[in-house]
């Protein structure tokens, strides 16, 4: 499907330092070392796309030619790298999955235009067929649960089913959540003041447990943060403020699974539960916040996993 003014670049990245080595993240929180280990990552990708541009995103092709393909669809202000590295290798052991960089974040298009939630789940569908990729699982994280929902009423001959995680069918329903979003996409555009190395040290050493194997990647995080950009990421906080999928999320007919994290700040439980409803999908709990890919990485991985495995044997049958 590639045309002749299409072309790709596969990256190789150097090995990580050895996951045995030492890092002291607790001896000093406000230390902010310039280099550390890298976490595995997938194969990284550049393909330019007509009409489109440049779209980077991660590629995991599983031995096995049947296994199926995920789509990594990450949250607001995050990466697929940042959203999705604590559960990459679990899922690469049983899967093919591509993990996209959305408009603004980390890596992704630029594009000098507002930013809509229905290009990111067309910039995902143009991707998919460029790859030659009949059907995906996708896993929509936060507003990767928004694009997820877009991508299957938009192009539902791509989506075979979907895993919802922390995420929601609108946040716009009362006056506070309008406030809400309002306040975040405005003061977003500052934020790259703010998110220094040293304030972002300081906010991850507060979500990851320091004896966690993700500590040591603390340098590696705020790196990647900071890739953002602010005026496109402020827009995406607009697009989500006016975002609402109840008049159509629950007929999509594909089979689901929603991953509900019991302690979110972000997404309250009630609108969660209200999509998981909606979508009759099969829920799993994790007893965690809106960051418990970070905060409890081992426990997210697992029920990630199990969560696709779910999807996925509905789809067999």
């Known amino acids: ?99 996209i960089d959305h408009r603004g974040h980390g890596r992704g298009l630029r594009p000098n235009r507002t930013f809509s939630l229905e290009e990111c789940a067309d910039d995902a569908a143009a991707l998919v067929r460029w790859l030659n990729i009949d059907k995906v699982i996708t896993v929509g994280y936060s507003m990767g649960g928004p694009i997820s929902l877009h991508l299957a009423h938009r192009h539902p001959e791509l989506v075979a089913g979907m895993v919802l995680q922390a995420t929601a069918m609108e946040w716009r329903a009362t006056r506070r959540d309008r406030f809400t979003w309002f306040f975040q996409s405005a003061v977003s555009p500052l934020m790259r ?56 999320a629950g007929t999509l007919g594909v089979p689901a699974a929603y991953l509900l994290t019991t302690k979110d700040q972000l997404v309250a439980v009630p609108r969660q539960r209200e999509l998981a409803k909606a979508m009759q999908a099969d829920v799993i709990e994790l007893d965690g916040d809106h960051f418990v890919t970070l905060g409890k990485p081992v426990e997210y991985s697992a029920a990630t996993a199990d969560a696709v495995r779910r999807v996925a044997g509905r789809v067999d049958r």
């Not at 550049?46 to 296994?67: I, K, W």
């Open 193 to 248: 003041n703010v998110t220094t190395p040293r304030v972002l040290n300081v906010a991850l050493n507060r979500t990851v447990h320091p004896d966690s194997h993700v500590a040591k990647y603390i340098p590696w995080l705020i790196g990647e943060i900071r890739r953002n950009d602010g005026w496109i990421v402020s827009r995406a906080g607009r697009a989500l403020a006016k975002y609402d999928s109840r008049g159509w």
């Open 1 to 99: 499907m590639a045309s002749h003014c299409t072309t790709t670049v596969s990256i190789s990245w150097e090995d990580a330092p050895n996951a045995n080595d030492k890092v002291h993240v607790k001896a000093n929180k406000w230390l902010v070392r310039n280099s550390g280990p890298i976490p595995w990552l997938p194969e990284a990708r550049l393909v330019v796309l007509p009409d489109r541009g440049e779209m980077f995103f991660r590629h995991h092709q599983h031995p096995d030619p049947s296994a199926p393909t995920l789509l990594l669809l990450h949250g607001w202000t995050a990466s697929s790298d940042t959203q999705f590295f604590t559960a990459y290798q679990e899922l690469a052991e049983h899967h093919s999955f591509i993990g």
